[in-house]
């Protein structure tokens, strides 16, 4: 595949999934008084999950379509009168947001199962707090397009602990309880996961192995329509004779 060809398939992508997570956010808030009471605040978390989600990624992809559009991915702005790279401020701002949204999911864990974080969550809680932290120094350099080596390694491991350690709280609890909406939402997580992974740690040798960026993103898209069909229109909503008007 060309260049140009890969431009094209990724800008197409951004604006779909943009459209997509922003329409699943919106359905969510409209439609919220469709969730049953017992399951209001593991909907009320989700919705704060993908609204944060979607702002992130309006940064991450939506800075790459207007770099694309402008010319160059090393196009930048003037902020605070230093110029900032488009790029790099989009993923700073995912990076931001995607650590929250883990933090998130680990208190959906917590609500949806009703089990005390123990030694493990914390240790989850904890890691949230290093990788904010780890995203502060300037040798992360978000002004680049491609993440610098080692740091790109050092500020993504303790992510990777967030996402793969509650995505094995969800399975484990999950499968025990037969929740299948939620054995879906870990093996999503894990799925985003194996598709991250390998751009974490090759993309700056095999600039292509970014592309394994669109099904990590479809996972996180899947998990979203499956929280939102079984809270809002599977048996966690509330039964339609129920159902009252605002």
Request: positive net charge; glycine residues 8%; aromatic residues 14%.
């Amino acid at each position: 595949m060309s260049e140009e060809s890969r431009m094209w398939m990724e800008i197409v992508f951004n604006i779909g999934y943009l459209v997509a997570i922003w329409a699943l956010v919106a359905l969510m808030m409209v439609q919220r008084d469709r969730v049953a009471p017992a399951n209001r605040n593991v909907a009320r978390l989700g919705r704060w999950m993908f609204f944060l989600l979607a702002l992130g990624d309006t940064g991450h992809v939506g800075f790459r379509v207007w770099a694309y559009a402008s010319g160059s991915l090393e196009t930048t702005m003037t902020l605070l009168g230093r110029p900032v790279g488009l790029v790099g401020l989009g993923a700073l701002a995912t990076a931001v947001t995607v650590t929250i949204f883990y933090v998130l999911v680990l208190v959906m864990w917590h609500e949806r199962f009703r089990k005390p974080y123990g030694w493990f969550g914390y240790l989850l809680f904890a890691a949230a707090a290093v990788r904010l932290l780890v995203m502060i120094p300037g040798w992360n350099q978000w002004n680049n397009v491609v993440p610098p080596q080692p740091w790109s390694t050092v500020r993504n491991l303790p992510l990777m602990l967030m996402g793969l350690g509650v995505a094995y709280l969800i399975l484990r609890d999950a499968r025990a309880g037969h929740d299948h909406t939620f054995t879906w939402v870990g093996g999503f997580i894990v799925a985003s996961y194996l598709f991250y992974m390998p751009v974490i740690f090759f993309v700056q040798q095999l600039p292509t192995v970014g592309m394994l960026m669109i099904p990590k993103t479809l996972a996180y898209v899947g998990i979203a329509v499956i929280l939102y069909r079984d809270l809002y229109f599977g048996e966690g909503a509330q039964p339609a004779a129920r159902l009252q008007p605002r």
